[in-house]
């Protein structure tokens, strides 16, 4: 047993979260301590185990099937590497490609990533997430897998599931204002972000990444043009300052990596207020260390 995360998740405020053991190796066994849940580690601060439970995780069983997919998709990935670099290497003029990269990454990335990270929220997280609040244990709640194919057993958690698709082509979307809330604040039970408030977000951004991954012209006239937009702006005092920048931006990489890494940095503020300012895990906020 390497973890007390169902432990945890029966009583999550004041069992401390472990899933690291230091092997009795010259004494460095003193380094454990009883965290609660009848196991012996170190205290994890890493936040994982807010992110399990807010992703509808509640058997170690899952996390096994959760780390065997990561592991085959970081060999596909690193195959893919070595593909795309050492057998079908793309031309220098495709990384050039700007235009389609930004719908690309726009739509497919961001669009359909928040997409199905909603989905997987609506479907999965926010049904489990709510008999865990509810008080009900873990080993109790119904697999993943039995509310994506029960639609009876997700209507009596969230009653508009009942009423199927028909609400969205009616435009009455506000039948599904059971499970996609506007309510702001904190859930007062687990000090987080409400998780029908952020799947709520997912949904209107994927929306929103996937009308702008239609923006830009790429093999027919219509869209924007970057170089375009670029060159047409004229400051009263720089006059046609912007001249000759789309062509720095796409061939140089020390500027490439300038506005990356200022871009980064810029992010990290954000993320840094963000993290603590508006919890987006279930108990995240009240373990102090994580």
Request: net charge negative; hydrophobic share 45%; charged share 10%.
């Amino acid at each position: 047993k390497f973890s007390n995360y169902v432990a945890w998740l029966s009583d999550p405020t004041t069992i401390k979260p472990s899933a690291q053991v230091v092997w009795p190796i010259v004494g460095q066994e003193i380094l454990n301590s009883d965290v609660g849940g009848g196991f012996q580690g170190i205290q994890v601060t890493s936040g994982w185990f807010q992110l399990w439970r807010a992703s509808g995780i509640t058997t170690e069983l899952e996390l096994y099937a959760t780390a065997i997919g990561g592991l085959f998709m970081a060999a596909l990935m690193v195959f893919a590497g070595w593909f795309h670099y050492h057998k079908k290497a793309p031309k220098l003029e495709w990384f050039q490609n700007v235009e389609s990269m930004m719908n690309h990454h726009l739509s497919g990335l961001l669009g359909l990533g928040c997409l199905s990270w909603a989905g997987h929220q609506i479907h999965i997280s926010l049904p489990i997430n709510k008999l865990l609040d509810s008080g009900v244990s873990p080993q109790e709640i119904p697999l993943p897998h039995e509310f994506l194919v029960n639609r009876d057993l997700m209507s009596q958690l969230y009653p508009s599931f009942n009423k199927g698709i028909l609400p969205f082509f009616t435009l009455n979307w506000n039948e599904y204002s059971d499970f996609l809330t506007f309510k702001g604040g904190l859930n007062p039970l687990t000090g987080g972000l409400w998780l029908t408030d952020t799947a709520h977000h997912h949904l209107a951004l994927a929306v929103l990444f996937i009308v702008a991954g239609h923006m830009y012209r790429t093999n027919w006239g219509i869209g924007h043009s970057m170089k375009e937009i670029l060159e047409a702006h004229k400051g009263p005092f720089t006059g046609q300052g912007h001249k000759g920048l789309y062509e720095i931006l796409t061939s140089s990489w020390h500027a490439q990596l300038a506005i990356n890494l200022a871009m980064i940095g810029s992010l990290s503020i954000i993320v840094a207020h963000h993290m603590y300012a508006m919890p987006p895990y279930p108990y995240i906020a009240t373990d102090y260390p994580t």
